[in-house]
């Protein structure tokens, strides 16, 4: 389901500041990925360093790497000895997500792990500023339920694909990642630790801040 009109898109996009040369190359590279789709993409991808830039960031966590093209627009808002940790599942992919990091500005900055972010993430030991989901959405509370302990308060998280391809705006979802989005935003909307803001941006953005 298209949730934006393509000339909507492609209009705000024009309108956007452009992706650097190395972000193109991490787009046109993940364009020929089976999975495609996952990438964050130009306009999410210039919300996504928009918001670092204005909360300058110590530590953040990415969970759910992909090509790593998210994770080089968070860390543009890093501060001069922050980190980034970013957490992907398959190594074939983590491997592509590291060559492209290898090329940035940024490079010292991000630190990538490869395996199960539930393991990972208590190993780090961290105080996050800022926290990006965007994982198997089936884990998505349980991520959630995780880090909000370690988020600093005045800290963000940020849920991607929260309207699931807009199968959750079904009476109801059927597939199992569907649910699972719908119960995380449940979960969310009834957590009153957290102020929430759902953005209409391509699959859904929700930011959630800790008060």
């Not at 130009?42 to 790593?68: A, C, D, N, V, Y």
């Not at 590291?98 to 990972?120: R, V």
Request: proline share 2%; glycine share 6%.
């Amino acid at each position: 389901m298209d949730l934006l009109l393509p000339q909507a898109q492609a209009y705000a996009e024009r309108y956007s500041s452009a992706e650097d040369g190395l972000l193109q190359h991490v787009h046109q590279q993940t364009l020929q990925h089976a999975h495609a789709h996952m990438l964050s993409g130009h306009l999410q991808g210039r919300l996504l360093s928009m918001l670092s830039k204005l909360m300058s960031p110590r530590r953040i966590l990415e969970i759910g790497t992909f090509t790593g093209y998210s994770a080089l627009c968070l860390a543009e808002g890093l501060t001069a000895d922050g980190q980034l940790h970013t957490i992907e599942l398959r190594e074939e992919d983590a491997a592509v997500a590291q060559q492209n990091f290898n090329l940035a500005d940024t490079k010292e900055k991000i630190i990538l792990h490869t395996g199960n972010a539930l393991q990972i993430i208590p190993a780090l030991r961290e105080t996050w500023d800022l926290v990006f989901i965007d994982a198997d959405k089936t884990g998505y509370i349980d991520y959630y339920k995780m880090v909000l302990p370690m988020l600093r308060s005045g800290g963000l998280i940020v849920a991607d694909n929260v309207f699931f391809h807009g199968e959750v705006l079904e009476i109801a979802p059927k597939g199992k990642n569907a649910k699972a989005i719908q119960a995380f935003n449940e979960y969310v909307q009834h957590d009153d630790t957290v102020d929430k803001l759902l953005l209409t941006v391509r699959d859904g953005l929700m930011l959630i801040f800790k008060k």
